[in-house]
Nanobody, 128 residues
Framework: VQLVESGGGSVQAGGSLRLSCAVS????????VAWFRQRPGQEREGVAA????????YYSDDVKGRFTISQDKAKGIVFLQMNSLEVDDTALYYC???????????????????????WGQGTQVTVS
C-alpha cells in the first residue's frame, strides 16, 4: 500500500484547504483511511477516518462540523475538506491506512496511531 498526500499550504484563519490522499495497492488492507495531524510539540492525533467499503466516517471533536472526509472510489483518492481553519489547525497532516476489519469505530480516546500500518509522508498546513 502506498499513500501520497497533497494539497497542503498556507492559508489565513477562516479559510479553506482540501487535502488529497492517493491510495494505491491492496484495497482490502487499505479499506480504512484516516487523517492524522501532528502539531508542533504535540503527539500525532487522528482527526478523521472513512471506512471505504461501508462509507462510515469519524471526526474528532476538534474538527467536527469544520472538516469533511470523502472519497473518489474510482480514482482511489480520499479527501479532507477543511473549512473555517483556525491557527490551532497548523500541523503536519498525514494520511494512514489499514484493513477496516482491524479498525473499530473509535471510542472516547479517538483514533489510535498504533492501529495503522501504512502512512504517507505528510503535507504541511499552516494557518495564520
Amino acid at each position: 500500500v502506498q499513500l501520497v498526500e497533497s494539497g497542503g499550504g498556507s492559508v489565513q484563519a477562516g479559510g479553506s484547504l482540501r487535502l488529497s490522499c492517493a491510495v494505491s495497492g491492496d484495497a482490502f488492507i487499505s479499506s480504512c483511511v484516516a487523517w492524522f495531524r501532528q502539531r508542533p510539540g504535540q503527539e500525532r492525533e487522528g482527526v478523521a477516518a472513512i471506512w471505504r467499503r461501508g462509507g462510515s466516517t469519524y471526526y474528532s471533536d476538534d474538527v467536527k462540523g469544520r472538516f469533511t472526509i470523502s472519497q473518489d472510489k474510482a480514482k482511489g483518492i480520499v479527501f479532507l475538506q477543511m473549512n473555517s481553519l483556525e491557527v490551532d489547525d497548523t500541523a503536519l497532516y498525514y494520511c494512514a491506512a489499514e484493513g477496516d476489519g482491524l479498525i473499530p469505530l473509535p471510542g472516547p480516546d479517538g483514533l489510535s496511531r498504533a492501529e495503522f500500518r501504512y502512512w504517507g509522508q505528510g503535507t504541511q498546513v499552516t494557518v495564520s
